[in-house]
Nanobody, 127 residues
Framework: QLQLVESGGGLVQPGGSLRLSCAAS????????IAWFRQAPGKEREGVSC????????YYTDSVKGRFTISRDNAKNTVYLQMNSLKPEDTAVYYC????????????????????WGKGTLVTVSS
């Protein structure tokens, strides 16, 4: 079974940092674009970052540019989201997701076509 498992969430003060991990099984990660989404209570789920396949092209929503960095380690079959300068408005459940049919810029530029979701990891930014 293809599975995506997030980890690394927790409680952090404003201005702090966290690194989220998305570990994949049942797929060869380098064949898939991987996106990070987040959803806060009462808000729509939004795409925040995406990394494409072999070229590792990176995409970010405007609100996290300059603060978040997405990367992949194909040897570990894991995608990371390094989050710096965290703000209270970053508080959300963060999910990683893969498209049903692998990579492609369409997925990373639209955040549409998700085939697989992780269960999510909670990030709380509060003093």
């Amino acid at each position: 079974q293809l599975q995506l498992v997030e980890s690394g969430g927790g409680l952090v003060q404003p201005g702090g940092s966290l690194r989220l991990s998305c570990a994949a099984s049942g797929l060869v990660l380098e064949r898939y674009a991987i996106a990070w989404f987040r959803q806060a209570p009462g808000k729509e789920r939004e795409g925040v970052s995406c990394i494409d396949t072999t070229d590792s092209a990176q995409y970010y929503t405007d609100s996290v540019k300059g603060r978040f960095t997405i990367s992949r380690d194909n040897a570990k079959n894991t995608v990371y989201l390094q989050m710096n300068s965290l703000k209270p408005e970053d508080t959300a459940v963060y999910y990683c997701a893969a498209p049903l049919y692998g990579g492609g810029s369409y997925f990373c530029t639209t955040y549409r076509g998700v085939g697989y979701w992780g269960k999510g990891t909670l990030v709380t930014v509060s003093s």
